[in-house]
């Protein structure tokens, strides 16, 4: 799809020149910040056999969020102001409306919230090989990111991350607790301490997506009007919703105001309204949910284990395992993992990309799992000999 | 909640200037395009018994697309290439899928289309009086509006837009065709007539929002990739899918390539994407609903008629009915008629407001409409002598 269809182009004599995108436009490449499973089953012309690679929740949305979707009036544009979500939100959390914005999954919020920061040379910092649609709104709005690497235990580093923030002027600091690609995790009480580093004129967003099965006390305990943070929440990840496009931030009442300044007021569908609703009422689903994950956690590192290789502690609805090797070892692995019919993805960078990353799967999913990833590994090291 | 909560920020300390926004953002007001029928429903306190302000499709989606986005995988992720829709949008209209995008509506698409070419001071030609969610995504591009007064007929003026677009060298000009708020309509081949005047580096967006209930022959009968406009039409309006957010844009493959680099890729919800396709194959709905507008349109001119007031010929699912005086008049008939229950806006420019435009109803619909008319006008009416 991202291919610029030459021929015609010649054949009319019209160039993308032609068109007077703006020089910022111009200088972006037309990219996918992630492949989707669909493009690869349509290269692959066979469908999965398990979906474990965008941590997605397998275990679907509750029934009562499906009924509502279900029955949701389609013809009737969403409400702007998201007003019964935001403020069921903002009950369940103690909070107010006025602390919560309701945005097209996280991936909307993010660019709606680097819109309003930052501008052409601004920088902004992140960890190197974290989330890439993040670095996607940051380059689309001619931003500079400047990427810190991990820590020794594959966790983000906020100190070092705050400390390149005041080295850089950063606007904003990107850290996702629990990370995303390796599933570590810091304290609540951690990320509170670090932010007496956090430079006075940089805001750091928080990206939580995958707090609901993180341990109790993941998230700073701090007032949501601190103005030193926002936090990104889902109905993506345990909630079962990722088709849905329902995410929230929670910050400050004035910086919440602002997103009324340029998001998309209709964008988030009725369905995801009604459905976001009803899934955050549903404790029950959401506890069941939280047992499937911890369960399958469980068992993909066994099946690790038991391929003498090692997943790596996950406070997320996905587990990281350290093939052992390099990247390029880990790429085998997961090419031929892909080859056997399981949707996997992996870390970007050196040295988080030696491992794998596995979304929890059902049993069925993860006897997928077990039965490729033997041979997976083999190939993986009969090819490194073949070099 | 465009609400700046003062309280708080003067309690902490913490005023929305801590917050480094851009310099534009900072400029931008945090409004709505729209107020919703929810917020006024909300302060009402109590719901309309017919809502008609939206140019909703009171008639729904079809069964079949209600039907398919009740069954969809809500956990996984939408295909970001919206593979699918695209090829049976494309094959539907005898273009190929790089003819077409797919964004969250035709709001979300023209947000991708003015970022794409309006940056700082850019000049942005549309008519005075047209759709403000365009105007609200060039302001918040910081591109500069120059606006055209409609015709005499209450038609938008191409000549004059493309005029003034010359004029100041504009990168986009925003036509509707039909209109809305009017309702009126060129033919295509008067659009095609019209387009040897468009300056050749001034891109059309040629907003088709209405065209499946205008008269055969609205769309210029120019090829697809014809590089001097980008056509927008949507799933919201005659497709009855308006709060499932889908809207696609027809254009030369180049234009619509770029779309990849800023688009949100994921953002078109997974029910969105079934239900679009399912309502695209459903024919018959699509006939029966084309009936159900033609029927209401030809009730409301009626209902005007019967109230000493004129209904302006529509090519769309709504009516505008010249209340025969000036916009305060026509205000006070629209405040009336809402208080009446029945929701209903008004074009907001002169001399189209001293219209109040109607979507089209169901009977019963209608007849609220019907009811509370000729109260709203006798209102307005003795308001006037009041003042």
């Known amino acids: 799809m991202t291919l610029v269809r030459l021929q015609i182009a010649v054949d009319k004599n019209v160039f993308m020149s032609d068109f007077r995108l703006t020089d910022l436009a111009k200088s972006l490449p037309a990219t996918v910040p992630f492949v989707g499973p669909e493009t690869q089953e349509r290269m692959l012309k066979r469908p999965f056999l398990a979906r474990l690679g965008a941590n997605e929740s397998v275990f679907g949305p509750s029934p009562k969020a499906i009924e509502a979707m279900a029955g949701a009036d389609h013809w009737k544009y969403g409400d702007p102001e998201n007003h019964d979500l935001r403020h069921a939100i903002a009950d369940h959390m103690g909070a107010t409306a006025s602390n919560i914005v309701v945005g097209e999954g996280i991936d909307g919020l993010l660019g709606y919230l680097v819109r309003l920061f930052v501008g052409a040379g601004d920088a902004v910092v992140t960890s190197e090989g974290a989330y890439p649609t993040f670095n996607y709104h940051v380059a689309g709005f001619g931003g ?15 100190k070092a991350l705050f400390s390149q923030a005041a080295k850089v002027g950063a606007k904003l600091v990107y850290l996702a607790n629990p990370d995303n690609p390796m599933g570590t995790v810091w304290t609540g009480d951690e990320i509170k ?70 998001r998309n007021h209709f964008g988030v569908t009725r369905a995801a309204q009604d459905g976001a609703l009803a899934a955050l009422q549903d404790h029950d689903w959401l506890e069941r949910v939280q047992a499937q994950i911890e369960t399958a956690r469980l068992k993909i590192g066994e099946i690790a284990k038991s391929n003498g290789v090692q997943a790596i502690p996950s406070a997320t609805n996905f587990v990281a395992i350290d093939c052992g090797q390099d990247g390029a070892f880990a790429k085998r692995v997961l090419e031929a993992v892909n080859d056997g019919g399981v949707f996997v993805r992996m870390p970007f960078v050196a040295p988080q990309n030696r491992c794998i990353r596995v979304s929890c799967g059902t049993p069925q999913d993860l006897d997928h799992f077990a039965k490729v990833l033997p041979g997976a590994l083999a190939q993986a090291r009969s090819s490194a000999f073949r070099v």
Not at 144 to 158: C, F, G, I, M
Not at 247 to 261: E, M, Q, S, V
Request: glycine share 10%; charged share 25%; net charge neutral.
């Open 144 to 158: 500079v990111l400047h990427k810190v690497p991990y820590d020794a235990k594959d966790r983000e580093n906020p």
């Open 193 to 262: 301490g670090f932010l007496d580093l956090l430079p006075a004129r940089s805001l750091l967003v928080l990206d939580e997506a995958y707090l609901e099965c993180a341990p109790a006390g993941t998230s700073p305990g701090i007032l949501w009007d601190d103005p030193r943070l926002i936090r990104m929440r889902t109905f993506s990840k345990v909630y079962g919703m990722a088709g849905a496009r329902v995410g929230y931030g929670i910050g400050h009442p004035d910086l919440i105001t602002a997103f009324n300044k340029l």
